[in-house]
């Protein structure tokens, strides 16, 4: 590509020497003494690394619980997941969802966006602007599995986020 940007599809990622993207998803859970500090901190984390590596996503948490969706180079996935994610101290009981290949992605314009009960209506909107998306040929039956935790992420959710003020 001329323009410089991150390939958004698979076959620009092959005519241009790139890997292939994945998708990554996994649940946890917070360590207790989890805060609104850590969550800052995970955030800023983020936004440096993330779109040096060509790695888009999405982090909620909803005061217990964090659900992540990642999309990348298959490399930059396994790095980041493998070597960082599951040797993260904030979090336990890392369950691995979703770990697939990928055409395209759901969160190309987000290095790391944060989803905590400050925001819980946006992702509400997020999720359903994804359903409408994932509809799309481009999308891939991991990406609509994907969107459906996030829906189950809502709507348990719903009933018991801890507010913080990020």
Request: proline share 2%.
């Amino acid at each position: 590509m001329s323009s410089g940007k991150k390939p958004h599809t698979e076959e620009d990622a092959h005519q241009d020497g790139e890997q292939a993207l994945y998708l990554c998803s996994y649940f946890s859970t917070a360590m207790d003494s989890i805060s609104e500090h850590h969550l800052r901190s995970i955030l800023e984390e983020s936004r440096v690394y993330n779109p040096a590596r060509g790695v888009t996503g999405c982090l909620m948490f909803d005061g217990a619980s964090f659900f992540q969706i990642l999309e990348g180079p298959k490399a930059e996935i396994d790095t980041l997941f493998k070597g960082m994610i599951t040797r993260d101290r904030r979090h336990k009981s890392i369950i691995s969802m979703i770990y697939a290949p990928i055409s395209a992605r759901l969160f190309g314009e987000w290095s790391m966006e944060l989803m905590t009960s400050k925001n819980h209506n946006q992702l509400k909107n997020l999720h359903a602007d994804l359903k409408t998306r994932v509809q799309d040929d481009k999308h891939s039956n991991d990406q609509a599995a994907a969107i459906l935790f996030i829906d189950t992420f809502i709507r348990n959710s719903d009933h018991g986020m801890r507010h913080f003020d990020i």
